[in-house]
């Protein structure tokens, strides 16, 4: 499965109703950005002082085959026309991530692409997005050797869990790792980086991973893929006393 999410199944919402017809490439999520001053004070050297200034939340852009029974595109239209504040939601069904933030609809107008006819949409926000991801399922993390910190791990795997400590015995040179995510479409870990990954099977201990010297720690990255999953990823670190 590839690293990438594409966008093509992404939703748009405006107060719970999808509005239909969405370029492929459109995600409507406001570009804000938290603007800069300037703080000047008597006895200052003579240059320039930046502070941070108020979050503006900005705005975003959306265009689509114009479809006038649509419900969503007619809500679009209401909105725009009675300057209501509403509630818009971005769905990126690949990244299993829902982003969701207030404002007002301050355009929509008729268009034509390609001689077809589009229409053309700007949003303000009022205030900061939010955003939720949900993770591929991660039951359990194991080791055969060593004890698994936090110890629910090796039972039950929460949202909160990302880095996983392995503590050794000085004597010990190897172990290996289990992780368990049945419905998984790549399961594997990395010791350099993200360069190359070594494939895993749920529920089945991996192949000898080598330790480092007495005393040292030696971090491996587990990943974990679901289809329209946001993909989840965890710090394994072996620590040999």
């Known amino acids: 499965m590839p690293d990438h999410k594409d966008t093509i199944l992404t939703k748009f919402y405006i107060n719970g109703t999808e509005v239909k017809g969405i370029n492929l490439d459109s995600v409507p999520i406001p570009d804000g950005e938290t603007k800069d001053k300037e703080v000047h004070y008597l006895g200052l050297d003579r240059y320039t002082r930046k502070a941070p200034d108020m979050y503006d939340p900005g705005s975003c852009e959306l265009k689509g085959i114009y479809m006038p029974g649509d419900p969503g595109q007619t809500a679009l239209n209401t909105a725009f026309?009675?300057?209501?504040?509403?509630?818009?939601?971005?769905?990126?069904?690949?990244?299993?991530?829902?982003?969701?933030?207030?404002?007002?609809?301050?355009?929509?107008?008729?268009?034509?692409?390609?001689?077809?006819?589009?229409?053309?949409g700007t949003i303000l926000a009022t205030g900061i997005f939010t955003s939720t991801s949900t993770y591929a399922g991660v039951t359990k993390i194991e080791a055969t050797t060593g004890t698994v910190i936090p110890t629910h791990a090796t039972t039950a795997v929460v949202d909160a869990d990302k880095d996983i400590v392995v503590t050794e015995l000085t004597d010990t040179t190897t172990d290996k790792i289990k992780i368990t995510a049945a419905t998984a479409d790549y399961l594997g870990y990395t010791l350099n980086g993200g360069v190359t990954w070594t494939a895993l099977t749920s529920g089945t201990a991996s192949g000898d991973l080598t330790l480092g010297d007495a005393g040292s720690v030696t971090k491996i990255v587990a990943k974990v893929e679901e289809e329209n999953y946001a993909t989840r990823f965890f710090n394994v670190i072996f620590a040999r006393a």
């Open 81 to 120: 026309l009675n300057v209501t504040e509403c509630t818009f939601q971005t769905v990126l069904t690949e990244s299993g991530t829902v982003y969701q933030y207030n404002g007002y609809v301050t355009k929509y107008s008729p268009g034509s692409d390609s001689n077809t006819a589009t229409f053309n």
